[in-house]
Structure formats: C-alpha cells, structure tokens
T-cell receptor, first 114, second 111 residues
Framework: AQSVAQPEDQVNVAEGNPLTVKCTYS??????LFWYVQYPNRGLQFLLK??????LVKGSYGFEAEFNKSQTSFHLKKPSALVSDSALYFC????????????FGAGTQVVVTP | NAGVTQTPKFQVLKTGQSMTLQCAQD?????MYWYRQDPGMGLRLIYY???????DKGEVPNGYNVSRLNKREFSLRLESAAPSQTSVYFC??????????FGPGTRLLVL
C-alpha cells in the first residue's frame, strides 16, 4: 500500500520569505514522487518529480524539492515566495509497480501575504 | 494544443439521474485517468485506462463506469447519481505513465 501525508493544512508566509511545504510518504520499494499545484477553479498543474538520480529536483516557477529516503520525505521549497504562489499544493507518490496509480496527499493551502 | 478538455464544466443532477462526463486529450497520450476531488481528501482515482482498449478500477470505482472510446477520449458515466457523488471530477492523461496532465474539472452537484 502507498500513502502520502501533508501534515499542514495551511502554510502562511510573507512575500520574499522562504516557502516550505512538507510531504512524507510510505511505499513498498522505491518511490516516484510528484508535486502539483492547483489555482482556484483550475485543474492541477505539474511542478516537478523525482524518479531517480539527484536528490534535489528543480521544477517550474523556481520551485525545488529534496528527496530524503531515510526520512521518507519530499518537501517542496522556494527560496523567495511570491503572492502569486498562493495556491493549493499536492504531493503524490506511487511505487514502481503500481503503474499510473498516483496516491495524492490531502493538499496544503499556501497563503503568501504582501 | 488544448491539452485535456472536459465537458460539461458544471452540472446539477437529481438523485437517480444519469450522466456522462466527457474528456478528450490532444497530446497523443496512451493513458488516461478519472479522479474525484473532495475537500480535505486530495484526489482519489476512480478509473484509469493504461492504453486504448483497456480500463481498470482505481481506489473508488463504485457507482461509476468508464469507456475508452478511442485514444483521445475517455468518458465517465454515473448510472444513478447519489448525493455522495457530489464532487469535482478531473480527467488526466499521461504519455509516459509518470507525469499526468489535468483538465479543468467538472463540478457536479447531486441533489
């Protein structure tokens, strides 16, 4: 079985400050990990993924995420948040045998204040 | 490229009515997916189609049926709608079985 936990329902950050959105996962074997963002009344947009290789993954809009196997975490980070980063962020995981079956976290609402 | 399109955008049904949600993608992707999104629960997979001609159940398939009409189109049918099926429905497609691309969603209200 695979599962994802996003421990924070909401993250508040001031514009210009670093942004971190936490994600921990549980899978059997090596994971595929993803981050998606959802703006109001829109579908999900892909931000980045970890499949293999370098533990630090860079994605769209200045976001990056670090895969930590020992802590089973894949936290999303941005060095300097923008007001336009305010959105709902989803972490997702699948194990390498569960072809196509992504397990999504409940989502974290990010609010960036000017 | 329109990407993934979904129709309708919004629908109100009465309990027991049926309807079909349509999804089409123009990215020549092999696999397609249907999810539902409920507050505080993230997205849950209803059905998916790994390739044209195949469909499989996801996490929450009860009360739904799907049809992979061709490579482009993947429809979701509610035969007898229930209030518990009030949700936002998203279709997605993938070319590599990893990264999924989502449509804008269909908001469904079942009274």
């Amino acid at each position: 079985a695979q599962s994802v936990a996003q421990p924070e329902d909401q993250v508040n950050v001031a514009e210009g400050n670093p942004l971190t959105v936490k994600c921990t996962y549980s899978v059997s074997g090596n994971p595929y990990l993803f981050w998606y963002v959802q703006y109001p009344n829109r579908g999900l947009q892909f931000l980045l993924k970890y499949i293999t290789g370098d533990n630090l993954v860079k994605g769209s809009y200045g976001f990056e995420a670090e895969f930590n196997k020992s802590q089973t975490s894949f936290h999303l980070k941005k060095p300097s948040a923008l007001v336009s980063d305010s959105a709902l962020y989803f972490c997702a995981v699948r194990d390498r045998r569960s072809w196509g079956k992504l397990q999504f976290g409940a989502g974290t609402q990010v609010v960036v204040t000017p | 490229n329109a990407g993934v399109t979904q129709t309708p955008k919004f629908q109100v049904l009465k309990t027991g009515q049926s309807m079909t949600l349509q999804c089409a993608q123009d990215m020549n992707h092999n696999s397609m997916y249907w999810y539902r999104q409920d507050p505080g629960m993230g997205l849950r997979l209803i059905y998916y189609s790994a390739s044209e001609g195949t469909t499989d159940k996801g996490e929450v398939p009860n009360g739904y049926n799907v049809s992979r009409l061709n490579k482009r189109e993947f429809s979701l049918r509610l035969e007898s709608a229930a209030p518990s099926q009030t949700s936002v429905y998203f279709c997605a497609s993938s070319g590599d079985g990893e990264t999924q691309y989502f449509g804008p969603g269909t908001r469904l209200l079942v009274l």
